[in-house]
């Protein structure tokens, strides 16, 4: 009973592990993971006027983004990272692309669009655990170290069968 549920830390510890460096390793140019039309957008703070809560992890589709309309929420990339609008006017401009007009006349392009409530899902509070392990000390803490250890206490115990059987 012990050794399972050893086995069975041990595999989720290998799983989380796994994870976080796939995340880190498809993070873009704002450190955000990205997986195909999927981005993770981490909550870091409660958002004014939304229904996303500080610690929030929300799985963005970029596809079917041109169906929100005036009140949906979207997700867009701008120069100080990620930010979250309320959709006020959207321009269809046929051929040339769709933009949204959100709060202060600012105008949204397809460019840089993640995507819109109408594609999304919430998984509360699991945004500040990504957030801890995708950070730099908490990497190198809770996946790096512990690692490097178990490594070590393996090729310990190698050596140590090595000298048991001369």
């Given amino acids: 009973m ?16 796994i994870f976080t460096t796939i995340c880190l390793l498809t993070f873009n140019e704002y450190k955000v993971s990205e997986f195909g039309d999927k981005t993770l957008v981490i909550i870091n703070k409660d958002e004014e006027g939304t229904k996303y809560k500080k610690g929030d992890l929300v799985i963005v589709g970029k596809e079917g983004y041109e169906k929100a309309d005036k009140g949906d929420t979207i997700f867009f990339y701008d120069n100080d990272g990620i930010k979250i609008a309320e959709v006020e006017q959207k321009n269809d401009f046929g051929d040339a692309g769709i933009t949204f007009t959100i709060e202060g006349n600012y105008q949204v392009v397809k460019s840089d669009m993640i995507g819109a409530s109408n594609n999304e899902k919430v998984i509360s509070k699991v945004g500040s655990i990504l957030s801890v392990l995708e950070s730099k000390w908490g990497f190198l803490f809770l996946i790096v170290f512990p690692s490097l250890l178990a490594f070590l206490h ?11 059987k001369k």
């Fill in 2 to 17: 012990k050794k399972t549920i050893g086995n069975l830390i041990i595999i989720i510890y290998a799983v989380v592990a």
């Fill in 154 to 164: 393996e090729i310990y115990e190698f050596i140590l069968e090595l000298t048991n």
